[in-house]
């Protein structure tokens, strides 16, 4: 009988060590199905955060683009329209050449012109529709030569006879001078209306 109970005793040792060992495996197995799963979570994430990161820097790109094409076609339309603007004010200066309000604007403009010449002789090109209103304002003065201006120049040139000095005092001039301050005020016009 001792015999029995031995075989019996190692048996149920064995069947202990095996259910052991069993379960330690099992747990093992257990803890690398966890850690895998860890593991994968872990790199998921990382995919996951770094395709996301790629996509909101795309999308800011994208969207700075955006801006950046909006904003450079409002400039583009906006310098259209200051583009028209200056083409009609020429034109309606180039029309007014004929206008006989523009002949006392003119002489006081040729007043103001001599008046840097002084006492020297000098040349004035004036549309010809206002060269006897300005001789006559003149007053005799002799060292003045008065001359019609070329079509494509309307207003008001005066040159010392030397060609030393000019002053141009046309409209076109005077526009041209004033254009990058009207620029500014029409494009905060044009802000105000969009």
Do not use: C, F, N
């Not at 969207?63 to 450079?72: D, G, V």
């Amino acid at each position: 009988m001792a015999l029995a109970e031995l075989l019996r005793t190692l048996e149920q040792e064995a069947d202990e060590r095996v259910a052991a060992l069993l379960a330690k495996a099992r747990a093992d197995a257990e803890g690398l199905r966890a850690g895998r799963a860890g593991e994968t979570a872990r790199r998921r994430a990382t995919a996951l955060g770094a395709r996301e990161a790629e996509l909101r820097a795309t999308a800011a790109r994208t969207l700075e683009e955006a801006r950046r094409e909006t904003k450079r076609r409002l400039l583009e339309a906006r310098a259209e329209v200051l583009e028209r603007i200056w083409s009609r004010a020429e034109a309606l200066l180039a029309e007014r050449v004929a206008d006989p309000g523009l002949s006392s604007v003119l002489a006081g403009e040729l007043e103001r012109a001599l008046d840097y010449l002084g006492a020297a002789p000098a040349v004035v090109e004036a549309p010809a529709p206002v060269l006897e209103v300005l001789r006559q304002k003149l007053g005799g003065r002799a060292q003045v030569l008065l001359q019609p201006a070329t079509a494509h120049r309307p207003g008001l040139m005066v040159r010392s006879a030397d060609g030393s000095l000019t002053v141009d005092a046309s409209p076109a001039s005077r526009l041209a001078r004033a254009r990058p301050r009207l620029a500014i005020e029409l494009a905060a016009r044009l802000e105000t209306l969009a």
